[in-house]
């Protein structure tokens, strides 16, 4: 059992895409959870992340672009992408926090190029 993410592909520059994430019950956490992104040759970084209450935190490099949103009854996570920059191309994770122990999804590649 694992969080499940889609919604990648090759979009163009100042295209949008929007990535989700499907966490089966037991994964589902409203303590914190968030995307990531690991471009080849880069270590993996925190994009996005919602934590208890609502709560957004947002790479510098994502602000005004990027928004995080979560489904609590749905159990979904989602990153909305928009004005999208080749610079953002990367594999995009989905990540779990609760009850000490973390969760990740397979990761969705994102390409962004004309």
């Known amino acids: 059992v694992q969080l499940q993410a889609s919604g990648g592909g090759l979009v163009q520059p100042g295209g949008s895409l929007r990535l989700s994430c499907a966490a089966p019950?037991?994964?589902?956490?409203?303590?914190?959870m968030g995307w990531y992104r690991q471009a080849p040759g880069t270590e993996r970084e925190l994009v996005a992340s919602?934590?208890?209450?609502?709560?957004?935190n947002y790479a510098d490099s994502v602000k005004g672009r990027f928004t995080i949103s979560r489904g609590i009854r749905e159990k979904t996570l989602a990153l909305q992408m928009n004005s999208l920059k080749p610079e953002d191309t990367a594999v995009y994770y989905c990540?779990?926090?609760?009850?000490?122990?973390?969760?990740w999804g397979q990761g969705t590649l994102v390409t962004v190029s004309s």
């Open positions: 990540k779990s926090t609760k009850g000490g122990r973390s969760y």
């Open positions: 019950g037991s994964l589902f956490s409203t303590y914190f």
């Open positions: 919602i934590v208890g209450g609502g709560y957004t």
